[in-house]
């Protein structure tokens, strides 16, 4: 099977500060890697996705980054608010049918 | 949309009974997955369907099956229920042909086999 994995498991930051959430994938072959969010009993949310053809996304707050030659990804949060806490996972495909995910890291963030 | 809507939320199985998880999307999604998510861990596919009436194995398949009759339902199905099937069941369903990749998922089953 795939292996999708994250550097840390939990990470604390202060509410305004930046939070960097790391990803380490195995499958060279992987085109195509999702962020999800998912709070407390809810299921999970997308929240940004790259391609292999780019390094680097932005969103609403949120960055991806895609560094193919070590087969990382980070989600880059600026100005972390407390709404912020949650699981966070990657995920990835190479066949757009089968998602491999990570195992997450907790955010909380501290008021 | 409701969107994508599972059912039972909770359920509690004894060993070797069976069950079948319910899941419907109002989106006309044509994709629609099954994962499970064990305690403190990330979300492993079971069951995956492209369409009616196709269906085809994921990471995890041994002991479900599925079906796909409509493009709205594609219910889970557990056989002889056993402890290692303890876990949260979510459902999603995403439309990759419309460009947009997202899958949206349900709200979660918690099934605890005993």
């Known amino acids: 099977g795939e292996s999708v994995g994250l550097h840390l498991p939990t990470l604390s930051v202060q509410e305004g500060d930046n939070s960097i959430i790391n990803c380490a994938y195995s499958n060279s072959a992987s085109d195509y890697f999702i962020w999800y969010k998912q709070e407390s009993g809810k299921g999970p949310q997308f929240i940004i996705d790259?391609?292999?053809?780019?390094d680097k996304r932005q969103g609403q707050r949120v960055t991806v980054l895609l560094n193919k030659t070590v087969k990382h990804l980070s989600l880059q949060i600026a100005a972390t608010q407390p709404g912020d806490s949650a699981v966070y996972f990657c995920a990835e495909t190479n066949t757009g049918n089968q998602f491999y995910f990570g195992t997450g890291t907790s955010l909380t963030v501290i008021p | 949309n409701a969107g994508v809507t599972q059912t039972p939320k909770f359920r509690i199985l004894k060993i070797g009974q069976s069950m079948t998880l319910q899941c419907t999307q109002d989106m006309n999604h044509n994709y629609m997955y099954w994962y499970r998510q064990d305690p403190g861990m990330g979300l492993k596919l079971i069951y995956y369907s492209v369409g009616a009436g196709i269906t085809d194995k994921g990471e995890v398949p041994n002991g479900y099956n599925v079906s796909r009759s409509t493009t709205e339902d594609f219910p889970l199905r557990l056989e002889l229920a056993a402890p290692s099937q303890t876990s949260v069941y979510f459902c999603?369903?995403?439309?990759?042909?419309?460009?947009?990749?997202?899958?949206?998922f349900g709200p979660g089953t918690r099934l605890t086999v005993l």
């Open positions: 790259i391609r292999s053809n780019m």
């Open positions: 999603a369903s995403s439309s990759p042909g419309t460009g947009d990749n997202e899958q949206f």
